[in-house]
């Protein structure tokens, strides 16, 4: 069976991706369809959903473009939950790799690091570090990708334990290639599988603390994005359901269509595994 | 005997992660934008040279930096986290002052997730594969998904603005002058919204690590011989199946537990929940960095404290383990 028949096999997975490729579209789509700053307040503010051409989503407590912000705030969403999770990825797959293939000493040095690192609570850590390093795109990547490393390293730790001693392993050990060639071309591509499943889950619990970041006023000043907008409307909440409402669904339905198209990967990489499920 | 050796490891190893974030914290401070001095100047008005040296002096901010690393760790030894810049009270105070209420609202939340978490995902392992048990995982799907304020925010919505049953903020009722049972059921009142969107995300996680453990505890031989005896199923899911899953269940409940702590944040933010949650969106409004570093070492601790009795609980519950680590 091939590797999107498997995937499909998942009604889920091809809900999720449908929903996922939407919103891409909606990312793509932003700087044609409103070429405007979503910052511009552009109508009087408090303007209700579907009440006026052009506004379909209404305006917030400044006239700026509901729909607009939503649009934009789609690449921003995709943009840091993709760039946190590959700095994840760069700083978890390396420790991870080493500690599981040395072992001894050095693994337990890397495993205690991090340990800490998961003990301390993800999200208050990541409050202090973009606050402290003041908040910008930037800062916010940098501050998710360092509260959601350990995972990864862990994962790719035992896999390297469960690899390192395998046959293959051991021929290219005797030919005399070099630990750093075993690492990358041999154990590395062998784990890429379940490396590739976190990933797409990391990268929806990356658009989650962004947009609580965001939320608290910890976004960057300059980039519309899902949580600020929500963030900006709690206090009129009573007034205008919708300002909240919309950029909360967006979040909502992006975060689930990646959880959906991981399990789908899950299934299509893994295909044993999923069976004996 | 091994019972008080393992608590003292633990405790051990508790002081020393702390050591390491008091260091942490001490570099953040190092990193945060602006002399103190100058911001400590500014807000009271006057900002000459001399007053400026004055400050610095006070706060031993003239010293070298192995001298005020050292004073802010013994500092934190003997529970001084400093002032507030802002408040000009200790940091100490204002943390112990919002505590109970950050523990009222955790801990219920914890209690809330973590039964309704485990009926949700029993019942689910014991109709997999029917539609029924597939609509409970897709609910705690999407409850995963969902960001946690705005889940807080559409509460408020519905039940305080439309509906009216709830109040939408606040601890209590302010000048109602409630006292006694009154008093306690109105903060109850004010704690149900607060505690149920904190523990709906809890709750999608519980439910699926429970199902996932109860589908491998029904594998087990000792269920083969159970269901061999002709038991029948229900008392083969409770006694035999759930009490054995409950075991990576507290584990890792506790290691959740710990991130309840930062997802209240978002939740006192949203309930003017008088927390420490709450006190950091404050503190973070200010930029009161000692104030915020403070209460980020406070929520580790917690993390830990939470940890380590999950610990026990887990040795508790499982006689069978009895070595440390």
């Given at each position: 069976?091939?590797f ?17 490729l ?15 700053s ?28 509901v ?15 993709l ?88 021929a ?31 990268v ?30 709690r ?9 909240s ?12 269509a990646?959880?959906l ?17 | ?9 633990r405790?051990?190893?508790?002081v ?6 008091v ?34 002096e006070?706060f ?43 523990l009222?609202?955790?801990?219920t ?7 309704l ?63 006694g ?6 903060v ?5 919204l607060p ?27 000792y ?19 759930l ?5 990576p ?9 710990g ?6 944040i978002?939740?006192e ?57």
């Open positions: 069976m091939s999107f028949a498997r995937f499909a096999q998942n009604r889920g997975a091809l809900v999720g991706l449908i929903i996922l939407m919103i891409i579209a909606m990312a793509i789509l932003a700087p044609l369809l409103f070429p405007e979503p910052w511009r307040m552009v109508q009087r503010p408090f303007l209700p959903p579907l009440s006026q051409d052009g506004f379909p989503l209404g305006t917030d407590t400044m006239g700026r473009n729909a607009a912000g939503l649009m934009h705030g789609a690449w921003v969403s995709l943009l840091i939950g760039v946190s999770t590959s700095v994840a990825l760069l700083i978890g797959v390396p420790l991870g790799a080493i500690a599981g293939y040395y072992g001894g000493l050095i693994d337990d040095i890397l495993m205690r690091f991090t340990e800490f690192f998961q003990t301390i609570p993800n999200f208050a850590l990541a409050i202090v570090l973009v606050a402290i390093m003041q908040p910008s795109v930037t800062s916010i990547v940098l501050a998710i990708a360092l509260v959601s490393w350990p995972p990864v390293a862990r994962l790719v730790r035992a896999e390297f334990m469960s690899l390192r001693n395998r046959e293959y392993v051991e290219a050990r005797l030919v005399g290639q070099t630990n750093t060639t075993i690492i990358l071309r041999q154990i590395l591509p062998n784990t890429l599988s379940p490396i590739i499943v976190l990933a797409s889950l990391m929806a619990t990356a658009i989650l603390l962004e947009s609580s970041l965001s939320f608290l006023g910890l976004g960057d000043p300059n980039v519309m994005s899902w949580g600020y907008m929500i963030g900006a409307a206090t009129v909440i009573r007034q205008a359901w919708w300002l409402f919309f950029p909360g669904v967006a979040i909502l339905l992006t975060v689930l990646l959880n198209v991981g399990e789908g990967l899950d299934d299509a990489l893994n295909p044993k595994l999923s069976r004996e499920r | 005997m091994l019972y008080a050796r393992l608590i003292i490891m405790l051990f190893k508790a020393i992660v702390l050591f390491l974030i260091i942490l914290n001490f570099l953040l401070i190092q990193l945060a934008p602006g002399d103190p001095a100058a911001i400590l100047a500014g807000e009271a008005g006057a900002a000459d040279q001399e007053f400026l040296n004055q400050l610095r006070r031993g901010l003239d010293q070298p930096m192995y001298v005020q690393l050292w004073r802010y760790v013994s500092g934190i030894a003997m529970l001084d986290f400093g002032y507030s810049y802002r408040l000009g009270v200790p940091v100490f105070d204002l943390i112990m002052a919002r505590l109970p209420a950050t009222l609202l955790t801990g939340a914890f209690l809330i997730s973590l039964v978490g485990i009926i949700a995902g029993s019942m689910a392992a014991a109709r997999v594969k029917k539609p029924s048990g597939s609509i409970i995982m897709a609910l705690a799907l999407v409850f995963y998904a969902t960001p946690l304020f705005w889940v807080a925010l559409m509460s408020v919505l519905v039940f305080s603005v439309y509906l009216d049953w709830l109040p939408a903020y606040g601890f209590y009722t302010v000048g109602a002058g409630y006292t049972f009154a008093l306690v059921l109105d109850a009142k004010h704690l149900i505690a149920t969107t904190l523990a709906l995300f809890f709750m999608a996680i519980y439910t699926r690590m429970t199902r996932t453990s109860m589908l491998d505890a029904a594998q087990q031989d269920v083969k011989t159970a269901r061999a005896k002709g038991l029948k199923p229900g008392i083969i899911q409770r006694r035999h199946v009490r054995n899953a409950l075991l269940i507290i584990t890792l409940a506790g290691l959740q537990a991130q309840m702590v930062g997802g209240a978002l939740t933010t949203v309930f003017a929940w008088p927390g420490i949650g709450r006190l950091m969106f404050e503190a973070l409004q200010q930029r009161d960095y000692n104030l915020l570093l403070g209460i980020f070492f406070f929520s580790a601790a917690l993390v830990i404290v939470f940890n380590i009795i999950t610990d026990l609980v887990y040795r508790l519950a499982d006689p069978r383990i009895k070595g440390a680590s």
